[in-house]
């Protein structure tokens, strides 16, 4: 593993993300899946998933996924810190000057432009992990039902998580068809 070509490819997708980590989620399938080749569209369906699910920051989480994936735990350590140093920067820098313009009708323009371009950076990766998840007309009913419940009824996303995981379970159990035997002696 080139520890190098992974910072600097989790470098500019740190610096080039507004919005948070699920704002990085198209960036990080361009170079990592597309560009570089380094995991699969599945494999980044999943590792999202597992991200989602542990506690920390989803950017941090992400790339220390794909990082150990790559190159165990220093590929994780160079990832991370390729994801993390940019918002660091930035936010520092911000932090040294806010006060200078905080109230600049400019600055508030920009970050009004921003957040509907935010919206459709999220939702974009949304319709491109649907399609990798198989979600047909049939199926639609399960993510936005699970999007209602978290956003109109408060219920806890951990709660959502556990009874996906629940429901997955025995559905592989119980209802999905299995693959037919294969007799070897013909």
Not at 3 to 24: D, H, Q, R, V
Not at 115 to 131: C, G, N, Q, T
């Amino acid at each position: 593993m080139n520890y190098w070509e992974s910072f600097k490819t989790f470098f500019k997708i740190g610096l080039f993300t507004l919005g948070g980590g699920y704002a990085m989620i198209p960036i990080i399938e361009n170079e990592v899946t597309e560009k570089h080749k380094w995991i699969s569209k599945e494999e980044l369906l999943d590792l999202i998933a597992v991200a989602q699910s542990c506690p920390g920051v989803f950017a941090a989480n992400i790339s220390i996924f794909i990082g150990y994936k790559r190159g165990g735990i220093p590929g994780a350590i160079f990832t991370c810190l390729g994801t993390c140093l940019p918002s660091f920067l930035i936010i520092l820098l911000i932090a040294m000057f806010f006060r200078n313009f905080q109230d600049n009708p400019i600055v508030a323009s920009i970050f009004a432009g921003i957040r509907p371009a935010v919206v459709a950076l999220i939702a974009a990766p949304a319709f491109s992990m649907a399609k990798s998840a198989k979600i047909t007309w049939t199926n639609c009913w399960i993510p936005i039902a699970c999007a209602l419940a978290i956003w109109a009824m408060g219920v806890s996303p951990i709660y959502v998580i556990i009874a996906a995981a629940i429901g997955g379970f025995l559905y592989g159990k119980f209802i999905s068809p299995t693959e037919p035997e294969t007799d070897n002696n013909k």
